[in-house]
T-cell receptor, first 115, second 118 residues
Framework: DAGITQSPRHKVTETGTPVTLRCHQT?????MYWYRQDPGHGLRLIHY???????DKGEVSDGYSVSRSKTEDFLLTLESATSSQTSVYFC??????????????FGNGTRLTVT | KNQVEQSPQSLIILEGKNCTLQ??????????LRWYKQDTGRGPVSLTI?????NTKSNGRYTATLDADTKQSSLHITASQLSDSASYIC?????????????????FGQGTILTVHP
């Protein structure tokens, strides 16, 4: 398995509180991604990073921010959590952005519940 | 809008039986198609990749097919095992360009939940 660790694995928080999810990789891959997975939807891209301090928005970025200060760490922050952000969040990494020869390697997810 | 539709949404089979999962896509320009397996409580893991020129590819008991003309792919599982119980996700990559380099823009299907009973 690719060396990807997500923390925490489970979190329950109240509406309006800030939440930070962490993704740590030991593969030295350039690209890192945050996805959310909800019933009835495929995985949806929130934000991605193509290098230290280089990030860009995905298709569902509203209400989320990210930071990448080191190659190995990619943080996802919910500035003020809402119930619609209850989801399972997956971090993924890849060696190349052209994914023909480079699959996404996923962490095991963080289940976030906003009450 | 790029879309990936998978069928059936769920499937129950007996151990030892075969099954076929379907993936239809409207993604342009097509680059490649991957099948991922996602066990409960885990992240997806890549099973196989299909490029435009490939029709069939096998990975053990898993065989993927691709018909680029009809924009359909299938994943056939032979002699199913209890460990095959999982969600199977079809992911199609569209060719994109930015800053002079190409990249894959991904569209995920919702997945097919396969349950194998003893």
């Amino acid at each position: 398995d690719a060396g990807i660790t997500q923390s925490p694995r489970h979190k329950v928080t109240e509406t309006g509180t800030p939440v930070t999810l962490r993704c740590h990789q030991t593969e030295n891959h350039r690209y890192m991604y945050w996805y959310r997975q909800d019933p009835g939807h495929g995985l949806r891209l929130i934000h991605y990073s193509y290098g230290v301090k280089d990030t860009d928005k995905g298709e569902v970025s509203d209400g989320y921010s990210v930071s990448r200060s080191k190659t190995e760490d990619f943080l996802l922050t919910l500035e003020s959590a809402t119930s619609s952000q209850t989801s399972v969040y997956f971090c993924a990494i890849s060696a190349f952005r052209d994914l023909l020869g480079s699959p996404l390697h996923f962490g095991n997810g963080t289940r976030l519940t906003v009450t | 809008k790029n879309q990936v539709e998978q069928s059936p949404q769920s499937l129950i089979i007996l151990e030892g039986k075969n099954c076929t999962l379907q993936c239809n896509y409207t993604v342009s320009p097509f680059s490649n198609l991957r099948w991922y397996k996602q066990d409960t409580g885990r992240g997806p893991v890549s099973l196989t990749i299909m490029t435009f020129s490939e029709n069939t590819k096998s990975n053990g008991r898993y065989t993927a097919t691709l018909d680029a003309d009809t924009k359909q792919s299938s994943l056939h599982i032979t002699a199913s095992q209890l460990s095959d119980s999982a969600s199977y996700i079809c992911v199609v990559s569209a060719q994109g360009y930015a800053g002079g380099t190409s990249y894959g823009k991904l569209t995920f299907g919702q997945g097919t939940i396969l349950t194998v009973h003893p």
